[in-house]
């Protein structure tokens, strides 16, 4: 009666039985029937001691039946102890005596295993809990199909685990109350929690794929469509970086069915505006990541109708102009990348550069670079360098082709810095080319401070002020020439620049150098130029730059050799070239002192 209480009065229930076996007229089998009750009820009362005690005054000649539930309660005793090995030889023994085979028997097997898994003895624990399966009923069943799949996760092959989980699940109804006595609820999720990391790490995507179709027993229908999307997705993302035609189309076949997923999700019923928006914005990444333009617009149409969060919207516009710029629509791309900017994100940076390289195609070159000199002032350089640099570079090249040279150095300089810090940056061909840029800009500048030198109404100052920039721009170009110079010749930087900006660069430092008054150095750098001895145009060319530095080395002899040099080559000249070097030759020599007889 004290045993079906709720709850129930075990103090109560243990003196009654306690008043039962001390009853002088019970029989052999009422006592012992009192006995096993009686050690119940302390496992019960967690005192495992106390019912090992009890169970220690049944004789070993009692029927089978009674030695079975003896040594099955005191397997459990030991076993509430953690004295694993005296469970498991208690279970053993039960599960070896053939004269009568407990109901519970494969509870006992259950139990078996985890008293292994206790003395670390996996392989035997398997075993058991397999053993228990063959004719478990369902709630034996779930707890040793869970431990086996916890089990197999310490093993290389992930396959018996995702076997195991699926028949976790099998006596499972969607929707009902966890009542399982063996194992909480809780673990169940843990594990599975489990496997789906150990299923990404090894990227067993087809595993986390089919994991889903058991997790959902328990899923609310949002969450069991959004479970199967994501497993799809992360599947067809694997696949596509493979070069197998059949890994592509299986690729985007995973990525359509996670975007449709996605989609159905979003229509789920009571689910929140902001779910929504994020479900219709998942679903457009997995379309567009299968190459179905059409579908992931539709759902980011979808999208902008919903009140979703600032940031979501604003992406959402930004990837429907680039819809509409890869169909050549510019109007309505535009339209997107102004809806873009409305709102507050890091999008709007992107935004603002599709509109002005629109207002640089369509020579709105004022609007273009007011467009992108806003994105130089607003986006630190740390929030989206690729934007930064894609800006800074559209910037320059357009101030450069205006031959605004002093602003090209304005932006560039500082810019180039803080790249320096970017390693990935710092070796792509763009890199290059600003560097190209602002080095070209550095000498352009300093001949416009040439230019200001002849002046002849400059003050003394003035003078010297014009003097000193102008110096102190030649400094800067050799700087950044030299440094080009050398990457150019270089395994990574051969293929960087045009093949007639390489050819400039050291034209351009040798010219600077001389400038400087540094004319051997200067010379160092034609002669390597002209070290070719190809008898093209550039070859002559250097030829002539190294000729103007012996000239101030007073070198006549050299530039004698030299002058032989370019008159050998000009008949594999083309015209006008080779008549304005022959006269260029003509004029040279008589500048020279004549020869001595």
Request: net charge neutral; aromatic share 8%.
């Amino acid at each position: 009666v004290y045993l079906r209480m709720t709850p129930p009065e075990l103090e109560k229930a243990l003196a009654a039985n306690l008043k039962l076996r001390n009853a002088e007229d019970l029989s052999e089998s009422e006592a012992n029937r009192a006995k096993l009750q009686g050690a119940e009820i302390e496992l019960r009362r967690r005192q495992p001691a106390s019912a090992r005690k009890t169970l220690e005054k049944i004789d070993d000649r009692a029927p089978a039946e009674v030695l079975q539930r003896a040594r099955l309660l005191r397997a459990r005793a030991y076993q509430d102890q953690e004295f694993w090995k005296d469970a498991a030889l208690q279970y053993q023994a039960a599960l070896a005596d053939t004269r009568y085979v407990p109901p519970d028997a494969p509870l006992a097997r259950y139990n078996l295993g985890l008293c292994y898994r206790g003395m670390e003895l996996r392989g035997e624990a398997i075993r058991a809990w397999e053993a228990c399966l063959t004719n478990a009923k369902p709630a034996e069943y779930t707890a040793a199909a869970i431990a086996l799949a916890e089990a197999h996760l310490d093993e290389p092959a992930l396959e018996p685990t995702l076997d195991a989980l699926t028949r976790s699940v099998e006596h499972l109804k969607p929707g009902a109350k966890w009542t399982n006595p063996h194992v909480d609820r809780s673990k169940l999720l843990k594990v599975f929690d489990r496997a789906k990391v150990a299923f990404q790490q090894a990227e067993r995507f087809d595993l986390l794929y089919k994991l889903v179709t058991p997790q959902s027993k328990w899923l609310s229908a949002e969450a069991s469509l959004v479970a199967r999307a994501e497993a799809a997705l992360l599947w067809g993302q694997a696949l596509k970086k493979s070069s197998g035609l059949e890994d592509i189309q299986r690729s985007n076949t995973l990525l359509v069915e996670a975007g449709d997923l996605f989609e159905q999700a979003s229509r789920e019923k009571d689910l929140p505006p902001e779910k929504q928006a994020d479900r219709l914005f998942q679903s457009a990444l997995a379309f567009q990541a299968a190459d179905q333009p059409d579908k992931g617009a539709s759902s980011l149409f979808r999208l902008k109708t919903l009140p979703a969060k600032a940031e979501l919207l604003s992406e959402a516009n930004y990837r429907l102009g680039e819809y509409y710029r890869s169909r050549g629509e510019k109007t309505k791309a535009l339209e997107m990348y102004r809806d873009c900017i409305k709102y507050d994100s890091r999008y709007v940076a992107h935004a603002h550069l599709r509109i002005a390289m629109y207002d640089l195609e369509e020579q709105r070159m004022e609007e273009a670079e007011a467009g992108l000199v806003a994105i130089l002032r607003n986006l630190a350089w740390d929030a989206d360098p690729e934007i930064k640099a894609e800006a800074l570079n559209a910037l320059a090249n357009l101030l450069y082709t205006r031959k605004d040279y002093r602003r090209v150095v304005f932006y560039l300089e500082n810019a180039l810095k803080l790249f320096n810090e970017n390693a990935a940056y710092r070796s792509t061909a763009n890199y290059t080319r600003l560097r190209f840029l602002l080095a070209d800009s550095y000498q352009q500048v300093a001949a416009l401070e040439t230019t200001e030198l002849g002046n002849k109404a400059l003050t003394l100052e003035s003078r010297r002020f014009h003097e000193q920039r102008r110096e102190l721009f030649l400094q800067k170009a050799v700087k950044e020439l030299d440094g080009l110079d050398s990457y150019l010749l270089s395994e990574k930087g051969s293929s960087h620049l045009t093949p007639k900006q390489r050819a400039e660069v050291p034209f351009l430092l040798a010219s600077c150098l001389f400038r400087l008054g540094k004319y051997a150095d200067a010379l160092k750098i034609y002669e390597r130029i002209a070290s070719k001895n190809d008898n093209s145009l550039e070859y002559i060319v250097a030829l002539g730059g190294a000729i103007k530095c012996l000239g101030e080395l007073r070198q006549e002899d050299k530039i004698r050799q030299r002058l032989l040099q370019i008159e050998n080559a000009l008949p594999n000249v083309p015209e006008p070239h080779a008549q304005n070097w022959k006269e260029w030759v003509k004029k040279a020599r008589m500048a020279l002192a004549p020869i001595p007889e």
